[in-house]
């Protein structure tokens, strides 16, 4: 595809998710009490988003990974809450 | 359009799933073994499930003119519970003679816990032991990416599993290429929130490229959408894939697969 197509195709649907983002960033600040790490890895993840250099998507969802290494004792919980807390 | 939907939790979903499914084009569904949303408590729990997914599910698919195959497990989100996963394993081989049965599956990792770990190497035994295909769960958002080094580090410890006899599913951009570069499948699931959407599916494929590659809608009781897959062969065509290189992905990578098992064949 050339760029203009990637635009015509896309740009509307990422111009909406975009102001989607600026919007529940706007929401929390609105809201009251504590965030938790969600808000601050949510944060470092946009950081990603100004690189000038091609892998964005995979850089945020690494963003949002728990690096280590080594397998959990015991699993306590079924679900993932889709950042790492830690 | 033609294509294979290689993952679907169809005992989760209505018959108008499977009339939809079939007026797209769908010309064979696959169910891996499946958390039901609860803990069972017993393997006389699986048995029954088990029993479902080989004698019930094939026949409700039939009445769509739909070849339903299955794979079997214990999924790892009940994989905490050692004793009940043994319990649960030795059953299986019971199955693996039906007709329909097209190896093990979707074993892998949840919580990337040392009992899941335990049980997925269980599993891999019993693969290796039947000589059966393999369908592989990856953990979820946060977990995906350590799990799936898990994963593909327990697979490669048992020197008797050739890595294109399995499936890693649920890749993402920052998994898809450990996994290809093992020799092993990759499958990428569409779901409205987590995982691929599908644009970010053909992202995918545009730059690794759809030798080794597969998409699923891993429709289940939750957030899904058994229609994902013709969907996305849609947005294939407008961004420029021929007919014929659509195919290849959404029909014959499946078929290629699949039909490393003998069972799998599809009607002329």
């Known amino acids: ?51 000038d250099e091609t892998g964005r998507a995979a850089g945020v969802l690494r963003s949002f990974s728990d690096p280590t290494d080594q397998p959990i004792e015991k699993a306590t919980v079924k679900g993932a809450v889709g950042a790492w807390p830690g | ?159 008797r599993i050739r890595p294109g006899r399995v499936l890693i599913d649920h890749v993402e951009e920052h998994t898809v290429k450990s996994v290809l570069d093992r020799g092993h499948w990759a499958g990428m699931t569409l779901y409205p929130i987590s995982k691929c959407t599908p644009a970010r599916a053909i992202d995918i494929l545009d730059v690794y490229g759809g030798e080794r590659l597969w998409m699923n809608s891993a429709c289940d009781w939750g957030e899904s959408v058994p229609l994902a897959v013709p969907r996305t062969a849609f947005e294939m065509r407008r961004r420029g894939w021929s007919a014929e290189a659509v195919d290849r992905v959404v029909f014959q990578n499946p078929v290629r697969f699949l039909s490393q098992c003998p069972k799998f064949k599809l009607p002329e």
Request: glycine share 6%; aromatic share 8%; net charge negative.
């Open chain 1, 1 to 51: 595809m050339t760029r203009q197509q990637v635009l015509d195709l896309y740009f509307m649907d990422a111009r909406c998710k975009l102001i989607e983002l600026a919007a529940f960033l706007d929401r929390v600040d609105r809201a009251t009490g504590e965030a938790d790490f969600r808000l601050a890895a949510f944060r470092a993840a946009l950081g990603g988003l100004a690189s």
């Open chain 2, 1 to 159: 359009m033609r294509y294979i939907e290689p993952h679907g939790h169809m005992v989760s979903r209505t018959t108008d799933d499977y009339l939809d499914m079939v007026t797209a084009g769908c010309a064979a569904v696959c169910e891996p073994a499946f958390w039901a949303g609860f803990d069972r408590s017993s393997a006389d729990g699986f048995h029954d499930y088990f029993c479902q997914l080989t004698e019930h599910e094939p026949r409700r698919a039939a009445r769509y003119g739909l070849p339903h195959y299955c794979w079997l497990c214990i999924n790892p989100k009940e994989s905490e519970d050692v004793k009940l996963a043994e319990d649960v394993i030795a059953l299986i081989p019971q199955f693996l003679d039906r007709p329909t049965v097209l190896g093990i599956g979707e074993i892998g990792l949840n919580k990337n816990s040392r009992n899941e770990v335990k049980v997925l190497e269980q599993h891999v035994d019993l693969a290796a032991r039947h000589d059966q295909l393999i369908l592989v769960h990856t953990p979820h958002l946060e977990d995906k990416l350590k799990g799936t080094r898990l994963i593909l580090d327990v697979i490669k410890s048992d020197s």
